[in-house]
């Protein structure tokens, strides 16, 4: 859902339309480095790295603002939040504005991230302007946040695992959730499904419990639910993340009781979707 970063207006719309608080910082989106420039100053030697690794690509870096910046894009913060996409779609509409677009997903605050236009106008409708469809999301998972002040660190794991950057920038800081937001995605409460959720290994649950809910598995299937969505058969978790928000917004459209959400393992990209989970789980 997005809106030129200068445009204060536009940006404000942006809030109105999720019920987004204004505290919670928008991640700007860039073509190329003079539109970076335009945005951020003082980028960190490792920042460098992780441009040269990851861009364009689902990888949001946390930098000193430029000072033109609207407070509202940035919740007041002296940072930014800035990633450049790789969707041809995304990098072709910043291409023709030549602008850098404050872009968060096109969703209500706190629910399920969209992965396909139809989600978009499930939830959002006829509020917005208009509906690009660029296909279904690549990745399936949002982007991964990194920080570097006062060292690198992990704000939200995403769909880039961080054990790939710490193989180019070495190891990263865990920020704890009770820590202040600086960045997007970091509410205790976040990704939810309307569905209560709880994780739960579905094998352990009793047969009369499972009639009126579904279940989200990485690989195995379980009987007696209503509903069952199996991530990846391999069990390989770079399918399951394509697949997990899909299989959610499913399962949460089919008027379950509840969503037993089998745990992954909290590896490579089975952290983002734990963290997807937990948060969803805490509502």
């Known amino acids: 859902l997005g809106a030129l970063v200068w445009d204060t207006r536009a940006v404000a719309r942006i809030f109105e339309l999720k019920a987004r608080p ?10 190329d480095r003079p539109m970076l420039e335009r945005v951020a100053i003082k980028l960190p030697d490792s ?15 946390v930098l000193e603002r430029q000072a033109r910046v609207p407070e509202l894009v940035t919740a007041g913060l002296a940072t930014i939040a800035v990633r450049m996409p790789s969707h041809p779609v995304a990098r ?3 291409r023709a504005l030549g602008e850098p677009i404050a872009a968060p997903s096109a969703n209500p605050f706190g629910y399920l991230s969209p992965t396909r236009a139809e989600h978009v106008a499930e939830t959002l409708g006829q ?7 660029g296909g279904r999301a690549i990745h399936g998972l949002e982007s991964t946040i990194v920080a570097f002040e006062p060292v690198p660190a992990l704000l939200r794991p995403g769909a880039i695992p961080a054990e790939s950057i710490e193989a180019v920038i070495g190891s990263l800081e865990r920020r704890q959730p009770s820590q202040a937001v600086t960045a997007p995605g970091q509410l205790p409460v976040h990704y939810a499904p309307r569905t209560p959720l709880r994780i739960v290994e579905p094998a352990g649950v009793a047969l009369e419990e499972r009639r ?5 598995a990485l690989r195995d299937a379980f009987d007696g639910y209503a509903a069952t969505r199996r991530l990846s058969e391999r069990g390989d978790l770079r399918e399951a993340a394509a697949a ?13 009781e ?25 509502r």
Do not use: N, S, Y
Not at 127 to 133: A, F, G, K, M
Not at 212 to 216: D, E, I, P, S, Y
């Open 22 to 31: 204004e505290f919670d910082p928008l991640i700007v989106h860039v073509a």
């Open 47 to 61: 920042a460098q790295l992780l441009i040269e690794r990851f861009w364009p690509g689902p990888l949001t870096l």
């Open 92 to 94: 072709a509409i910043l």
């Open 127 to 133: 509020r917005v302007d208009l509906i690009l469809d």
């Open 212 to 216: 009126t809910a579904g279940a989200l």
């Open 244 to 256: 997990f928000f899909d299989a959610l917004h499913d399962l949460d459209g089919l008027g379950l």
């Open 258 to 282: 509840r969503i037993d959400a089998q745990p992954l393992p909290e590896r490579g990209l089975g952290l983002a979707m734990m963290d997807r989970l937990k948060r969803a789980a805490a």
